[in-house]
């Protein structure tokens, strides 16, 4: 299943490289490289949820150190993309409420 992701990211497929590694990731649990793959993947599409599960089970698989810092930065910053808005959004929800 690796080896089909890897196809579909050489296509730019990327959609469909994540849908293989969720097959990969359920059959080779113990494999890092498959995780930090699914994790990547999972950022390039924005899937932070999923990407957050890669995370967690590269960190638990690899030890934290491993941990490239880009893909920190990259998740910290797709997280307040998502967020800020957001808390934006219900606060200017909360205060026209009140008016």
Wanted: charged share 25%.
């Amino acid at each position: 299943w690796n080896n089909l992701a890897a196809v579909h990211l050489h296509q730019s497929n990327h959609r469909e490289a994540l849908g293989a590694l969720e097959y990969a990731v359920k059959h080779k649990r113990k494999n890092w490289k498959v995780w930090e793959n699914y994790l990547t993947t999972a950022l390039h599409l924005r899937e932070m949820a999923k990407a957050f599960v890669g995370l967690r089970k590269t960190v638990e698989l690899r030890q934290a150190a491993a941990i490239d810092e880009k893909i920190i930065e990259l998740m910290t910053a797709e997280t307040l993309k998502i967020t800020i808005p957001l808390i934006q959004k219900a606060r200017e929800g909360g205060s026209t409420s009140k008016a």
